[in-house]
């Protein structure tokens, strides 16, 4: 029973962590859009049903990430709440930051299926955010967490790049 409430309290964790994650970014996206008419620059029409198969992949990729690490790493993708065992399973095995991928998949395919030069640009700043928290912040804690198993990792899967493991 405790390990049922346990693993309970772990799934709501991460949807609670995951939606606000989502929201933080669907806010800042309908915020930028606004800056559309001054950009002065627009995306071609035959782009939008491409955005929305993007979106509707990352969306995909990243929740699969998220059901990953509660149920493999027995925590949440919140980096005060990480999971407590090491995950390279999943789409782990291809990449060391598939959630990241798909979080920027799902706001650059949103900018192409509603036009929004705004949030193609916020795809962009995701991902330079993403790069700097990974580098210098979660790559030198999940070393010092998990010691040479992650840094065997790290030399195995790319940091961004989709493919096969060494």
């Not at 800056?35 to 955005?51: H, K, Y």
């Not at 705004?118 to 330079?128: E, G, P, R, T």
Request: glycine content about 8%; overall charge positive.
């Amino acid at each position: 029973m405790a390990s049922l409430l346990s693993k309970s309290f772990t799934i709501s964790r991460g949807l609670v962590y995951s939606a606000c994650f989502v929201w933080l970014w669907a806010w800042l996206a309908m915020r930028l859009r606004s800056l559309d008419a001054r950009l002065r620059v627009s995306l071609p029409v035959w782009l939008r049903p491409f955005g929305f198969e993007l979106a509707a992949a990352g969306a995909l990729l990243a929740g699969i990430c998220i059901a990953t690490f509660v149920t493999k790493g027995r925590g949440t993708p919140a980096p005060f709440d990480p999971p407590r065992e090491f995950v390279a399973s999943g789409p782990y095995r291809y990449v060391r930051n598939p959630m990241y991928v798909g979080g920027a998949a799902v706001i650059l395919g949103a900018g192409l299926a509603v036009s929004s030069p705004s949030i193609v640009l916020l795809a962009l700043a995701f991902l330079l955010t993403m790069h700097l928290f990974v580098v210098l912040y979660e790559e030198p804690a999940l070393t010092g967490k998990f010691g040479v198993s992650y840094q065997r990792y790290c030399s195995a899967v790319h940091r961004w790049l989709i493919r096969k493991p060494r």
